[in-house]
């Protein structure tokens, strides 16, 4: 009985209705198959042979002859110790994960139910730092590592990333929404700020959480241009800069690039596939109350 008036209301609204939803998921089904297409071929090259690919008369989208022989050579291959590079990756991105949405918690919780002075040019200031290009501050952010000896360390890539301005505005947006009432009752209670941040606030932001820290760790896992700046030493270096140095070292086999590249995204597509549904749910609730 509750759908009768929802259906009645589409029908007012004639065939205008229909066929613009239609045409949305229209839209939607062609720019899903043109986002993934490129990247399933890729998949899908990597069981290839090298002349199967180059050559025009047995190119096809699906193997002729499925082959791992690419994968066999990658993993078997001593001058490239992946497990190294994963675990470069792993500890940078995870760390760099626990720090940003620790401050980005923290301070998001400040901004969304203190008031003090200064309270909103302060949030305008880290606002205002999203938009300074990453170019105009490497240089200086180089050179502090440089003097306190954290180049060629992986902490040079985590000790300058612990404050994330857009994590501070996500999570503050999140926080605005938890009724004022909740915490007044706990502060009664004898509460302690960090008690009531640390077992009240917490909780209820796993959503938010959850998606600020993937959105951190594919960042971190994808970066490039900044490992490949503070890391100068090939065993500290990270798989980004692997791919493409191996890449360059295999110009003659699109095989090898293409399963080389596939291990370097893989773990981070695992992980979105798992945590997808909290970035839906963390952006949608983020935006309760401006």
């Given amino acids: ?12 609204q004639g065939p205008s209705w229909w066929y613009n939803q239609k045409l949305i998921y229209v839209l939607l089904i062609v720019g899903c198959v043109a986002t993934l297409v490129p990247f399933v071929w890729t998949i899908l090259a990597s069981f ?3 002349a199967e690919i180059i050559n025009p008369a047995t190119q096809a989208f699906f193997p002729r002859e499925f082959t791992t022989a690419n994968y066999d050579t990658i993993l078997n291959d001593e001058a490239l110790p992946l497990g190294r590079f994963y675990f470069n990756s792993t500890i940078i991105a995870v760390l760099n994960v626990i ?28 606002i205002a730092t999203m938009m300074i290009p990453f170019q105009l501050t490497m240089i200086p952010s180089y050179l502090v590592l440089l ?7 992986l902490l040079g890539l985590v000790v300058l990333s612990w404050f994330n301005a857009f994590g501070i505005f996500l999570m503050r947006q999140f926080m ?12 009664v209670d004898g509460a302690s700020e960090w008690a009531i941040f ?44 692997i791919l493409t140095w ?25 992980v979105y596939m798992f945590m997808n549904r909290w970035v839906v749910r963390g952006f949608a609730l983020s935006g309760l109350k401006g």
């Fill in 1 to 12: 009985m509750a759908t009768i008036p929802a259906e009645r209301g589409r029908a007012s």
């Fill in 48 to 50: 290839k042979t090298h």
């Fill in 176 to 187: 605005m929404s938890i009724p004022d009432e909740l915490l007044d009752a706990a502060r």
């Fill in 246 to 270: 191996y890449n360059d070292a295999h110009t003659s086999n699109i095989g090898l690039q293409m399963a080389a590249s596939v291990l370097v995204v893989m773990p981070i597509l695992v």
């Fill in 198 to 241: 640390l077992r009240i606030v917490l909780p209820q932001t796993t959503a938010a959480l959850a998606t600020f820290g993937i959105l951190v760790f594919i960042s971190n896992w994808n970066s490039y241009l900044w490992p490949l700046i503070v890391l100068r030493e090939g065993d500290v270096r990270t798989l980004p800069i």
């Fill in 99 to 126: 720090t940003q949405t620790f401050t980005s918690a923290l301070f998001g919780y400040v901004f969304a139910k203190f008031h003090f002075r200064g309270k909103r040019l302060l949030f305008g200031y880290i």
């Fill in 147 to 153: 003097k306190f000896g954290l180049t060629n360390n």
